[in-house]
């Protein structure tokens, strides 16, 4: 599972747990409904750039990550000293960001395979057709133009340059709408992981 850790200006805790091992032992493990909430600890001392994590039950396991969603393994750093205050949140949907990936990297991967999935089906096997299309659509154009205005050889090269200008930022618009198709194809996915979360609790 990965949570998404909202409330980083309040709900700060303060305990005089030592280590990440002595916290879990006995901060977390003592109290009620554990398995309904999360927790926000930070280390002093950092391990590959980390220090702030996650900690939650799934299935009555404890897991956790890095605040980010990267991968943070609280077994790694048992012995590490804690700063002196932690938070605690109930457990509600708009925290979860998936239910079947416990890292962003395998959200991000599991995005990429549907991707590769569709636009594989969609547009790879497409390609040779699209290319094909958009010559054509440059030779008549230009054919056309040539017609239409029986240009002399400079203005033909102005004629041919706009029309590449304009398919540049044809491609330019392409390539920004595919971005808005990832973002929405990830927050399509967020909630259906949201979705399945309800699923079990209910």
């Known amino acids: 599972m ?3 850790h909202k409330c980083w200006g309040g709900n700060n ?12 032992d006995k901060v977390i493990m003592k109290i009620p409904n554990k398995e309904k909430k999360y927790f926000r600890i930070c280390t002093k001392q950092w391990l590959d750039g980390m220090g702030n994590m996650v900690l939650y039950f799934q299935d009555g396991i404890l897991k ?8 943070f393994n609280y077994q790694d750093v048992l012995d590490y000293e804690l700063h002196k205050y932690y938070s605690i949140d109930d457990l509600g949907v708009d925290n979860i960001r998936s239910v079947e990936c416990d890292t962003k990297r395998q959200i991000e991967q599991r995005i ?12 790879e096997d497409m390609v040779d057709v699209w290319k094909a299309i958009e010559r054509g659509w440059k030779e008549d154009e230009i054919r056309r133009t040539i017609k239409n205005k029986h240009l002399n050889n400079e203005e033909l090269i102005i004629v041919v340059r706009q029309l590449s200008i304009d398919i540049e930022r044809m491609d330019r618009k392409v390539s920004i709408l595919e971005r808005k198709i990832d973002d929405l194809q990830e927050e399509n996915e967020k909630q259906c992981q949201q979705i399945k979360w309800l699923g079990k609790i209910i």
Do not use: M
Not at 13 to 24: G, L, Q, S
Not at 64 to 71: K, P
Not at 112 to 123: C, D, G, I, L, Y
């Open 2 to 4: 990965i949570i998404r």
């Open 13 to 24: 805790v303060k305990h005089e747990e030592k280590t990440v091992r002595d916290f879990i």
């Open 64 to 71: 956790s990550h890095h605040t980010d969603g990267d991968e």
């Open 112 to 123: 990429k395979a549907r991707n590769r999935f569709h636009r594989s089906w969609h547009t």
